[in-house]
């Protein structure tokens, strides 16, 4: 089998493989957070580098696996895939259900897709909310427009949030999701500390992106409980070697 993934999806499918015995093979972007990469390798898949951005990588694994007649497993773009992460949902409201909102962070929409389609269909009266940074707003312009719309990405330090809304992603979204967030990487950057520091919780910017948006463009009813999905947990080590330095000197200069 074959995927195309920036991280996490890509371990998940390594993690699956080794587990029954299959091959797998995991086509990343070129400058995929490199210790994503080596967990993904742990696993036993084989990695290939190819292309700039999520679509790109995408492009190539599909010819990948037609060339060499291979399973493709799309990201987030994929029912069993989309029902898969909605267990994530199931246990949310199970754990909650007084909840008022929820907030994920979006990159092709599988994860929302899943969460919001579960929520929705358990919990009267809960919202669910996205977060996309402004450098890669591919789903939020895709909803605004009404139709699907890949977007000109600038550079992030968020990899998993880079993808182009999938066909059944964004229409899942369309009709069960609530509003989208967008926010920068600097705001990334604060949460992660946050996290780090108040939580002891060491989030990938994607991860953190639903505490930086409630901490800032997202608006949420008072008194009403919010749980925000903080996923994945690979940071970069130079990525989080400036995030140390930067709060070591801000607190050495106060």
Known sequence: MITASSGNHG????????VFGIDATVCVPT?????????????????????????DTYLSARRIASRRHLTFIHAFD??????????????IARQASDL?????????????????????????????HGVQTTASPSM??????????????????????????GRLTFDIVSRYVDSIALVSDAELEDAMIDLMLTAR???????????AAVKNSLKLADGKKVVLV????????????????????ASGSS
């Open 31 to 55: 400058k995929a957070n490199p210790q994503k990469v080596a967990a993904i390798e742990e696993q036993g898949a084989k990695i290939i580098r190819s292309g700039a951005s999520y679509d």
């Open 100 to 128: 008022g909102s929820v907030v994920v962070s979006i990159g092709g929409g599988g994860l929302i897709s899943g969460i919001s389609i579960a929520l929705k269909s358990l919990l009267d009266g809960a919202s669910v």
């Open 140 to 165: 939020y312009e895709s909803i605004r427009q009404g139709k699907r719309h890949g977007v000109k990405r600038r550079p992030t330090i968020a990899d998993g949030m880079q993808a182009t809304p």
């Open 230 to 249: 903080v996923s994945g947990g690979n940071v970069a080590f130079s990525l989080l070697t400036k995030l140390l330095r930067s709060r070591r000197i």
């Open 11 to 18: 371990l998940a499918v390594a993690y699956a493989s080794r």
């Open 78 to 91: 994929d029912r069993d895939v989309v029902a898969g992460q909605g267990t994530c949902g199931l246990e």
């Open 201 to 211: 919780l060491l989030v990938e910017p994607s991860g953190a992106a639903p505490l």
